[in-house]
């Protein structure tokens, strides 16, 4: 069953933006709420990296490549983790995933590809 649910990736030029949203329609809200969520990127050939965290208090944390560039948030009533995505450069092509701590749930993946 399907845990985490991506969305929001496409095609955009450099420069651009994107918002990525991870939905969690299977978590009930007493699961969801004290979980910590994750952005991971997988580009094309290389291992899967951490982009961002946001913990349950909403305390977040940034690799350094994406530092002032992206921002994670969340809506615990919607039961979405978000990943807005500013400045995008050719190298944040690929596939981003979502991933819960507490649970170890992974999504599917949503590919942005980024333009030059």
């Known amino acids: 069953q399907v845990q985490l649910v991506e969305s929001g990736g496409g095609l955009v030029q450099a420069g651009g933006s994107l918002r990525l949203s991870c939905r969690a329609p299977?978590?009930?809200?007493?699961?969801?709420?004290?979980?910590?969520f994750s952005w991971y990127h997988q580009a094309p050939e290389k291992q899967r990296e951490l982009v961002a965290t946001?913990?349950?208090?909403?305390?977040?944390n940034y690799a350094d490549s994406v530092k002032g560039r992206f921002i994670i948030s969340r809506d615990n009533s919607r039961k979405t983790v978000y990943l807005q995505m500013n400045s995008l450069r050719p190298e944040d092509t690929g596939v981003y995933y979502c991933?819960?701590?507490?649970?170890?749930?992974w999504g599917s993946g949503t590919l942005v590809t980024v333009a030059s």
């Open positions: 991933h819960s701590r507490l649970r170890d749930y």
């Open positions: 299977r978590m009930i809200t007493s699961t969801f709420n004290p979980d910590d």
């Open positions: 946001i913990r349950s208090s909403c305390e977040t």
